[in-house]
């Protein structure tokens, strides 16, 4: 049933349920059927969607291990339409998955009309899920401009307040999600918005062994000069700041090479807490077949996935486990791009827009 809802007509689909295939199973990374559904990518998911919500033995609020409830599967993966059904049939708007994240959390990944819809119809947007992400942080990912300014309407301490490893969202704003039709055009826009609404760039945050700033994260993804300039401080905010000595050694070393990420050439799929790329270092259960989580994630893995053990992946990679703090400007990998020369002037550059903390 699974493997028919996931490649095969309504017409096969009916076939198999009138011969009485059960339609409340879920298998492994499949989910349940109405989430095999939604993982389809032809032109079909829409009638077999329509077909399973209207099936004598359907139960909308189904769920899996893997998925969790079929409304927040629906949010990431589908569009607004079969989520209005799922909701028109009285799922719970709220349903809290094991990371304590709800279908609010999964559509804040997607469009800002989705998000105005289930907040309308009751959905929390304002608690944390279990690793004390806010809704921002969930926004962010989405890279559009009018989710995020949404967001931050509704609560403007969102801009402020760290998760459980003190990321505060701007530095999930320069992280790369690339996958549930994110978008990546808007970065700029949306950390001016950040910036605009009091969030500081000097302030640091856990990295898998010490600490880094949003600066130092966003080359770390190889994020163009465009982004990364409007990460550094003025060079009296940043004498001013907590991490005046940190922010000491980054400025006199603007110009140097920092390393990034490496980018192979296939991405390994989606980190399985966050949602991101998996770019970079990364992390694999020994238990859980396709399991995975990211850099990022590893740090606090033991609050949503505790009794299990990781192989680390891509351990070549600079965040698997750099001590040196002065490590952090050494051995530019081959993805090093020539315009450093870029940061040479970037102090005056920066100086001349006013001052950023
Ligand atoms: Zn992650
Ligand atoms: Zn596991």
Request: one cysteine or more.
């Amino acid at each position: 049933m699974h493997l028919a809802c996931y490649h095969s007509s309504v017409e096969i689909i009916d076939m198999l349920v009138k011969e009485g295939s059960t339609m409340g199973t879920h298998a492994g990374i499949m989910g349940t059927i109405f989430q095999a559904a939604c993982q389809r990518k032809d032109s079909a998911r829409a009638a077999v969607l329509e077909y399973l919500l209207n099936a004598p033995g359907f139960d909308p609020t189904k769920s899996s291990r893997h998925w969790d409830s079929n409304l927040a599967t629906a949010c990431l993966l589908t569009d607004i339409g079969i989520v209005k059904r799922l909701v028109e049939l009285k799922v719970d708007i709220n349903e809290e998955d094991i990371l304590g994240r709800r279908p609010i959390h999964f559509a804040l990944y997607k469009e800002l009309e989705l998000v105005e819809y289930l907040c309308a119809n009751g959905a929390d947007i304002f608690d944390l899920d279990l690793m004390e992400r806010n809704a921002l942080h969930f926004a962010v990912a989405s890279s559009r401009l009018d989710v995020v300014k949404y967001t931050l309407d509704l609560n403007p301490d969102f801009v402020h307040a760290a998760d459980c490893d003190g990321w505060s969202p701007i530095f999930w704003t320069v992280r790369e999600c690339l996958y549930w039709d994110t978008e990546t055009t808007q970065r700029g826009a949306i950390i001016e918005e950040l910036i605009a609404r009091g969030a500081s760039i000097t302030i640091q945050a856990q990295r898998l062994d010490r600490q880094w700033t949003p600066f130092e994260l966003a080359r770390y993804y190889d994020l163009s000069y465009d982004i990364t300039k409007l990460l550094i401080p003025t060079p009296q905010a940043a004498q001013q700041s907590e991490y005046a000595s940190a922010w000491a050694r980054i400025l006199s070393a603007l110009d140097s090479d920092f390393v990034v990420a490496k980018r192979y050439e296939v991405l390994y799929g989606y980190c399985d807490i966050c949602l991101f790329a998996l770019i970079g270092v990364y992390y694999a259960c020994t238990e859980c077949e396709g399991f995975a989580i990211c850099f990022k994630c590893y740090r606090s893995r033991r609050i949503v996935h505790s009794d299990h053990e990781f192989d680390p992946c891509n351990e070549d990679d600079h965040a698997s486990g750099e001590s040196d703090q002065e490590s952090d400007h050494e051995g530019a990998t081959d993805n090093e791009s020539g315009d450093m020369e870029e940061y040479e002037d970037c102090e005056s550059a920066v100086s001349d827009e006013g001052e950023r903390e």
